[in-house]
């Protein structure tokens, strides 16, 4: 199965920055969003955000928000998750992921996270 | 934000039984839901987009149906390999929401 690949800092101090990078998550086009999700142990997924690799449009979780950015690298084909002032609640594994429009109907486009990286996980530790 | 609610939460069954998981989105969002397979320690893998699209290379047991509120995954029989944990998620809107998750264990 295709993966993306993620790579970052797994272990944090309380109020550091998190920094997370994913590889080829898309392509120059409309069509793809790069998303990441989080999932704190034991727990569910939480969506954290997602850009659009043709425009650099971003959409955030409101939870989240204030202290994240996404970014996207065309040079290098890469997208960036940064989230400031982390604390233990921010533990989890981090997925990268990438939604693509899989079916137009009537001009409208589904899209789903077709393809996912193999996660990191973070810790947040003093 | 779109409340996703899955239920039931876990679900014990036997290799060959069928299986429905159901979903219910807190408002409208057209067929814009997907389903997702997670087992341990290993990312989700889509099985079916815009609500009863299979996904390339899932197999056929696995049907998703609904549309509006109210959807549901069913597995029609169910294998070694299936026993996981499902989630739900909308794609109609952001933030994307995903339901809690029904894991599905061996009886």
């Known amino acids: 199965q295709v993966q993306l690949q993620q790579w970052g800092a797994g272990l944090l101090k309380p109020s550091e920055t998190l920094s997370l990078t994913c590889d080829v998550c898309?392509?120059?086009?409309?069509?793809?969003?790069c998303n990441w999700i989080r999932q704190p142990p034991g727990k569910g997924l939480e969506w954290i955000g997602e850009?659009?690799?043709?425009?650099?449009?971003?959409n955030y979780n409101p939870s989240l928000k204030s202290r994240v950015t996404i970014s996207v690298d065309r040079s290098n084909n890469q997208i960036s998750l940064n989230l400031t002032s982390v604390t233990a609640a921010d533990a989890a594994v981090y997925y990268c992921?990438?939604?693509?429009?899989?079916?137009?109907?009537?001009?409208?486009?589904?899209?789903?996270?077709?393809?996912w990286g193999q996660g990191t996980t973070v810790t947040v530790s003093s | 934000d779109i409340q996703m609610t899955q239920s039931p939460s876990s679900l014990s069954a036997s290799v060959g039984d069928r299986v429905t998981i159901t979903c219910r989105a807190s408002?409208?969002?057209?067929?814009?839901l997907n389903w997702y397979q997670q087992k341990p320690g290993k990312a989700p893998k889509l099985l079916i987009y815009?609500?009863?699209n299979l996904q390339s290379g899932v197999p056929s047991r696995f049907t998703g149906s609904g549309s509006g509120t109210d959807f549901s995954l069913t597995i029609s029989s169910l294998q070694a390999e299936d026993f996981a944990t499902y989630y739900c998620?909308?794609?109609?809107?952001?933030?994307?929401?995903f339901g809690q998750g029904t894991k599905l264990e061996i009886k």
């Open positions: 815009a609500s009863s």
């Open positions: 898309g392509e120059s086009s409309s069509d793809y969003y």
């Open positions: 998620q909308q794609s109609y809107s952001t933030p994307r929401t």
């Open positions: 408002q409208s969002i057209s067929s814009s």
């Open positions: 850009i659009n690799h043709e425009s650099g449009s971003t």
């Open positions: 992921a990438r939604a693509q429009a899989l079916i137009a109907v009537a001009f409208y486009h589904y899209y789903a996270m077709d393809v």
